[in-house]
DNA sequence: CATACTAGTTTCTCTTTGGTAACCGGTTAC
DNA sequence: GTAACCGGTTACCAAAGAGAAACTAGTATG
């Protein structure tokens, strides 16, 4: 058994719990687009989004992807997905409660993308 | 042209920028292994760490994937790759300056992936 | 001389991911 | 009536991701 007092030992556990916590986010916020959906509806907790605006509006998602994230992620609770009874019916996609739960992730990644910008370009330039 | 005072409008070219950032963040951090990998050096900065205890440590990779993350993250000059004229040669991986910068993204995947697997065992339990 | 350890690479295969384009039913505007 | 919009689904296909196992090469041990 791990040793209290074993800096080495209590360590390497440690380390092992941090990683299969970042494999459970990994498993629910990985891939190519599921981190860029929250972070858009994030940023647009004000306003009514449908599916065709998400569609123009995060660059580079088509209809079959987005179809197939939006369930996945509404499975994990963290969208919510609403029909309404308008003509043409139309279906409003907001980020739950919980879904907010995941900011501080994408406003990590924003920043280090930023960052990371910012040095490539200097890189270039020096 | 976008009118500074027009809120929606700011909000939307500031949205865009956002989600470019995190394509780009995504883009060199994304995948399966990139940022297991990184959090676990960046736990190691004190010790050695060589090819095959990464292998036996990280859960579930094998020595191809690790190999070609490895290569990817090096040339992203997120991790450093040194030759020990040990003998046998001996090869010590470690997280660089630059790959410290990464640490609040894995930082908050830790925290979110703890507070998920909580949720989820409150959600079972009720 | 056989075994085992280091640090990978290569090959083969299967699965997942992701894109394109066509298509569906319903509604509305011309 | 026909074109266009909404909210998707389906079929088809290509590329990437990923695992298993075999293999290379050098060193060291018994």
Known sequence: MAKINDNGIVREANCSEELMAM?????????????????????????V???KKMQREIDGISAKMLSKELKELETNL??????????PITVA???????????PVTETLVNWGL???????????K
């Not at 960052?115 to 330039?125: L, M, T, V």
């Open 78 to 87: 963290l969208v919510s997905r609403t029909i309404q009874e308008t003509k």
């Open 93 to 103: 996609y907001a980020i739950t409660e919980y879904g907010k739960s995941v900011l």
């Open 23 to 47: 494999r459970d986010s990994l498993d629910v916020l990985g891939g190519k687009w599921k981190l860029m959906i929250l972070r858009f509806l994030t940023n647009r907790t004000h306003q």
């Open 115 to 125: 960052s990371h910008r910012e040095k490539i370009i200097d890189s270039i330039n």
């Open 49 to 51: 989004i449908h599916f």
